[in-house]
């Protein structure tokens, strides 16, 4: 399948091709409190309907990062986009949240909790899948009176929790080894997601995201936890050093 990636660069964030189907992705030192991001993705100026990917798929690629802790974020795979607000600024596509369906290759750092169950891990590297009803985006809108209640930590654990019976997640701790170039593996079908490193399955699962998904691959230093006490905390991490994500050998094909 062919794949047209554009680019998404922040703050310094930097987007460089290298050979064999591949991209470095980097952040410059930055400031705590600065948004840094490198990314590219196949869905930017798509309505979610028209997103380019549904199953069967294969996704198949060679990563490494600079170091195997790093602040923020990075990974690759596939998702629905859940959480943009971008209106249409840079000539995003107009999105309204949705509930999250994903399954992708994720790394979180320690100052994160990404996860709206209590029984999985919210932070480091790991392969996870969410699938939550596809709920028309609207429906975000009559969240918003409900916001300042986020940041009340007795009524946040009861939303997190409703959160949390709509949205089905599965996840799977990975390694520190993603320093070296390894081959990472996703096979995403209609009622089943298997993960795969070096042609080895460390993750299978019959939870699988619904809908049209696009693909993205990215590194920033930003952090988000919402955890079991109702915690909620947001903002950008300082990055000391340059810090980046290379990949090569992208394929995606049906499978």
């Not at 600065?34 to 198949?60: K, N, T």
């Not at 009176?145 to 009340?152: A, D, I, M, R």
């Not at 699962?205 to 696009?214: A, E, F, H, K």
Request: charge should be positive.
């Amino acid at each position: 399948m062919r794949i047209k990636l554009e680019k998404r660069q922040v703050n310094g964030g930097r987007v460089t091709p290298l050979d064999k189907a591949g991209y470095r992705m980097s952040l410059p030192e930055l400031p705590a409190g600065q948004y840094g991001l490198s990314q590219v993705d196949d869905y930017a100026h798509l309505p979610r309907w028209r997103f380019p990917h549904q199953p069967p798929l294969r996704l198949r690629l060679e990563a490494r990062v600079s170091a195997n802790v790093l602040p923020g974020t990075w990974g690759f795979g596939l998702w629905n986009d859940p959480f943009s607000f971008g209106f249409g600024g840079g000539g995003m596509a107009r999105l309204l949240p949705v509930l999250p369906n994903a399954a992708w290759f994720f790394y979180g750092s320690q100052h994160n909790h990404l996860t709206l169950a209590d029984d999985q891990p919210g932070a480091g590297f790991h392969a996870k899948v969410f699938r939550s009803p596809r709920l028309p985006s609207i429906f975000s809108l009559l969240a918003v009176p409900g916001l300042p209640f986020l940041f009340w930590p007795r009524t946040a654990r009861l939303l997190r929790k409703c959160a949390g019976q709509l949205t089905k997640e599965t996840t799977t701790l990975l390694p520190e080894f993603a320093e070296t170039w390894q081959l990472y593996e996703l096979l995403w079908k209609r009622n089943q997601v298997v993960f795969s490193i070096n042609h080895e399955v460390v993750l299978e699962t019959n939870i699988s995201p619904q809908g049209r998904l696009g693909l993205v691959i990215w590194i920033d230093n930003q952090y988000f936890r919402f955890d079991p006490e109702g915690k909620l905390g947001f903002g950008f991490l300082s990055v000391s050093t340059e810090q980046w994500l290379e990949i090569r050998g992208l394929i995606v094909s049906p499978d």
